[in-house]
C-alpha cells in the first residue's frame, strides 16, 4: 500500500487563530510543513487540502507558487475534505501532517508511513496523538482510505466531522487502532514545538533560525536546543 502525506491547510474565519500563512524565518508556517514533510522517503508525494472558501484562496496562490498539489473541497467539513483530498491522488493510504507544525521530524512522518505501508490495511489507525507522549507538534496520523470512508459513512456530527480524524481514532471497537510512542529520551508531552498561538510565533522562529541553513535536523537536536535554552534563560534570571 503505497502512503501519501495529506496537509489539511485553510485560512481563519473571525476572531480565530490558524498560523498557515503567517511568516517566521523567511517563509509561512506552512512552507516549512511542506518542506520538512518533503524529506521524508517513504511517501509517493503530498497534497495540500483546503476548501472552497474565498478566504483560502490564499492557501492556493501559495501552492502554485511553490508548485504543491492542492485540492479544493467542502468548508465546515473537514472530515469529508481530507477523505476526498485523499480519493484524489488514488492512493489508498495517507499520513496526516497538521499545518501548525513547522518542526515536524521527517523520520517520525516516515515511521507512520512505514506502518501504513507495511502492514497493508491489517490497521486502520496509526497515530502519535492517542495519548500524550511525543512534544506537541509531532501529531503524525496514518490511515487507510477504506477505514477513513468507513468513518464519513458513520459519523454524522458536524461537530466531530470538523475535527478530522477524530471519529476514526476516538472508536477503538470499530477500527484497529495503534498508538505510535516515541524512544524515551523523546518522551516530552509538556514540551510545545508547533504554532497553538500567537505567542508560539517568536519562539518557533528563534528555534529555526538557530538551525538557519539546514532543514535536516532532528527532534533530538530540537529538544536538546530547547532544553538548553530554557537553562540559560533561569541562569540569567538567576544570576
Known amino acids: ?12 474565519a473571525e476572531n480565530e487563530f490558524r498560523p498557515c500563512l503567517y511568516e517566521i ?12 514533510v518533503a524529506r521524508a522517503g517513504n511517501l509517493v508525494g503530498l497534497v495540500v487540502a483546503t476548501t472552497q472558501a474565498a478566504r483560502d484562496d490564499a492557501v492556493v496562490s501559495f501552492c502554485e507558487s511553490r508548485g504543491t498539489p492542492c485540492f479544493r473541497g467542502e468548508a465546515g467539513n473537514m472530515l469529508g475534505l481530507i477523505l476526498a483530498a485523499l480519493k484524489s491522488t ?10 501548525d ?10 515511521h507512520v508511513a512505514n506502518l501504513v505501508e507495511m502492514t497493508d490495511g491489517m490497521l486502520d489507525f496509526v497515530g502519535t ?12 496520523e496514518g490511515f487507510t482510505l477504506a477505514a477513513l470512508e468507513d468513518s464519513d459513512r458513520r459519523c454524522a456530527e458536524p461537530e466531530i466531522r470538523a475535527q478530522g480524524t477524530l471519529y476514526l481514532r476516538t472508536h477503538s471497537r470499530l477500527y484497529r487502532i495503534l498508538s505510535v510512542k516515541p524512544e524515551a529520551e523523546l518522551h516530552r508531552p509538556e514540551m510545545v514545538l508547533n ?14 533560525r538557530h538551525f538557519e541553513g539546514r532543514n535536516d535536523f532532528t527532534l533530538a537536536e ?11 534563560a533561569a541562569d540569567t534570571k538567576t544570576a
Open 1 to 12: 500500500m503505497k502512503v501519501i502525506a495529506v496537509i489539511p491547510a485553510v485560512m481563519p
Open 25 to 36: 524565518a523567511g517563509k509561512p508556517v506552512l512552507g516549512h510543513v511542506l518542506d520538512r
Open 90 to 99: 488514488g492512493q489508498k493510504g495517507a499520513v496526516l501532517v497538521h499545518p
Open 101 to 110: 507544525s513547522p518542526l515536524i521530524d521527517p523520520a517520525i512522518v516516515d
Open 129 to 140: 496523538n492517542l495519548t500524550p507522549t511525543y512534544p506537541k507538534g509531532m501529531d503524525v
Open 195 to 208: 504554532v497553538a498561538t500567537v505567542d508560539d510565533l517568536a519562539k518557533i522562529e528563534a528555534i529555526l
Open 222 to 232: 530540537l529538544i536538546a536546543f530547547v532544553d538548553k535554552s530554557a537553562a540559560e
